[in-house]
């Protein structure tokens, strides 16, 4: 049995530069578990073509979700139980997005709702016009610089935060993000470097 060890218990950062991408279901590019790293993901800090970097989260970084409906069991007469159906399963992820710029309200709002044309970015508030799935990649570093690529090959937008607009408040709207499987079943992958194996 192995000891425990501190090398394994970290915070998570975003790795400096751009750590939140997102591009449409059909790009390509998308990170695996060879090419998680960003300094094999990402060509001189840029990701792949046709993937765009979301800008700055705030220090609250993001949460993820997991929802579980489990079903009722199969019983008999005597209220033995005799078998536990699988219940569904809900994955989410919530995060703030900072910076005002044409993907990122594209995020929000819907990327047909926004342009950004001769210096000005237009914005349409036409939320059934909305709901649009998208790639997501978080690229994270733990202590040590261990990195940790989480890859979302799914997701829509299913809830947007409230939006409080002052001079003490940075302008930022929260979204949460959704999973859906991928044609394997799988809603997101995490791939972690390891203290274990080489």
Known sequence: MAANNKANVSTTRG????????????????????????STWLTNGNPP??????????TDGFTESVSRDNSDP?????LDNLDEP????????????????????GTIYGHTNVTDASGVIEVKHDWGNSEEHYQYVFLLELKDQR???????????????????????????????????????????????STETS
């Open 15 to 38: 790795v400096k530069g751009g750590y939140l991408f997102s591009a449409p279901l059909e790009t390509a590019g998308a990170p695996t578990s060879s090419t998680y790293q960003p």
């Open 86 to 105: 699988l219940g569904s399963a809900t994955e989410t992820i919530r995060v703030a997005l900072m910076e005002v710029k044409r993907h990122t309200l």
């Open 49 to 58: 073509q046709d993937w765009e970097c979301l800008g700055y989260i705030p």
């Open 147 to 193: 990195y940790w690529t989480k890859y979302i090959p799914d997701g829509k937008v299913t809830e947007v935060g409230d939006f409080t607009g002052n001079k003490t408040t940075v302008a930022q709207r929260e979204v949460t993000i959704t999973y859906n499987a991928d044609n394997d079943g799988v809603g997101c992958y995490d791939w972690y470097d």
């Open 74 to 78: 199969i019983q008999d007469i005597n």
